[in-house]
């Protein structure tokens, strides 16, 4: 059978591909759990230091700082060096840093280690996407870059499952061991992305030919080669400032809004889950299954989107998903102090219907930039958007303090609509393009 006119986008999806959406996908189910398994503990953790609410606040904020300076480091030296080299550095840094927070003592020290955290989660974004869409088919380019999403969603599950049990057997430290315990998954996922080859598409960006027909032939088969690649080198050179002209500068407007709009109300109702449900009256039992449910229909929220996503399109399902996700939080601003199960259904129905625009955070950004600043791009994206998510996640124990949860759940929701905003305005239709055609300006 001959593959001289196959494009490599064409092909089914084959075990390489499988591997690999794996050995990327752990990064965002540890992402998911490192940054849910704070509020997990927060209260005894609060208790055992002595925490103020200022430092609650930061301590909670200080991975999306951290995320802010990783995304911008891991998209660079991604585009610089290479997407194989910089795999592993995130898993290194989830150990180590998870690790050392079973021995810390102070707000400051814990709030750094947290940032280190953050850094890997920073650097995570921009690699393991950007390798997993550098090699995909077009046909399973959206629904596999939308299950990294579930993955973080999964990973937040795992957190609230596996603390709990921590906690209620960990004595009293428990919650150290519950901080401390991402440091497993780290040395789980750093195992298992071992072998993984580089992209042959960035090789040839720089000039490494033989290489990159060389993974090609391993990956695809040796009856392919680079003549069923369907990317070319640009003509211009292009570099991390193309992110601000040349027309990439409303792409990455639009990321960085939809994506910091999207995540702003989730990371927030994560981070202080307990304290957010409590103060919608739901408490005890009520608060306990009431997080394990919201986090269940988060990732079903998301299952639903990636099977939508070629046949709804990108930009239909970035709007409506928006649009009701944001109704749901002006109905809980509204009926805040109603009975725990109107409560339940509204947090419910915006934690379904935001998987639309949480799928397409790492789809979009990949999509919409081509190789030689597609890391970059994720880099940045994330950063930006993670700006937006830390003020809000610093601010909600003050706004409840002071303001009460009808206000805070008001202002989610403006956040969200802003979003609405900004996908009617900006969002671009990528579905049936190959990865050349959907990052081109032309």
Not at 125 to 148: I, N, Q
Not at 354 to 378: D, K, S, W
Not at 386 to 401: E, F, N, Q, S, Y
Request: net charge positive; aromatic share 12%; hydrophobic share 55%.
């Amino acid at each position: 059978m001959t593959t001289f006119h196959t494009s490599i986008e064409d092909v089914p999806l084959n075990a390489f591909h499988k591997r690999l959406t794996i050995r990327s996908g752990g990064g965002s189910f540890v992402d998911g759990y490192v940054l849910s398994i704070i509020g997990v503990c927060m209260l005894q953790m609060t208790a055992a230091l002595g925490l103020s609410t200022f430092w609650q606040g930061m301590i909670a904020a200080s991975a999306l700082i951290g995320i802010f300076f990783g995304g911008f480091l891991g998209g660079w030296l991604t585009d610089r060096f290479g997407r194989k080299r910089i795999f592993f550095v995130g898993p290194t840094l989830f150990v180590l840093a998870s690790v050392t927070q079973l021995w810390v003592e102070s707000a400051v020290v814990l709030f750094f280690l947290r940032f280190m955290i953050g850094v890997a989660v920073g650097i995570e974004y921009p690699v393991a996407t950007s390798l997993l869409v550098e090699f995909l088919p077009k046909k399973y380019r959206g629904p596999r870059l939308a299950t990294l999403t579930i993955l973080w969603f999964a990973g937040a599950a795992c957190a609230y499952l596996s603390g709990d049990f921590i906690l209620r057997h960990g004595g009293e430290d428990g919650w150290r061991l519950v901080l401390a315990s991402s440091a497993v998954i780290g040395a789980a996922l750093f195992l298992i992305r071992l072998g993984t080859p580089e992209s042959p598409r960035w090789l040839l960006g720089k000039g490494r030919a033989a290489e990159a027909e060389a993974v090609i032939k391993q990956v695809y088969g040796l009856g392919f080669s680079l003549r069923n690649l369907p990317e070319q080198p640009e003509e211009k050179k292009l570099s991390v400032l193309s992110l601000l002209h040349s027309g990439y500068g409303k792409r990455m407007l639009f990321v960085a809004m939809f994506w910091a709009c999207s995540v702003i109300p989730v990371f927030a109702v994560y981070a202080f889950a307990p304290t957010v449900l409590a103060a919608l009256n739901l408490k005890g039992d009520w608060a306990s299954l009431g997080s394990i449910a919201i986090t269940f229909l988060f990732v079903i929220g998301c299952i639903v989107a990636t099977n939508l996503i070629n046949g709804m399109g990108r930009r239909s399902m970035l709007i409506y998903s928006f649009l009701l996700s944001g109704l749901a939080l002006l109905g809980l601003a509204a009926f805040h102090d109603a009975s725990e199960m109107l409560v339940l259904t509204l947090f419910g129905a915006y934690a379904l219907f935001i998987g639309g625009a949480q799928v397409l955070q790492l789809v979009y950004p990949n999509e919409l930039f081509p190789t030689e600043i597609r890391a970059c791009a994720v880099g940045v994206g994330t950063s930006l958007s993670r700006v937006g998510a830390a003020i809000g996640t610093w601010l909600v124990p003050m706004t409840l303090d002071s303001y009460g949860i009808g206000f805070t759940m008001y202002a989610a929701a403006a956040v969200t609509l802003v979003g609405l905003l900004f996908s009617l305005a900006l969002a671009p239709e990528t579905r049936s393009l190959n990865l050349q055609q959907a990052s081109s300006l032309t």
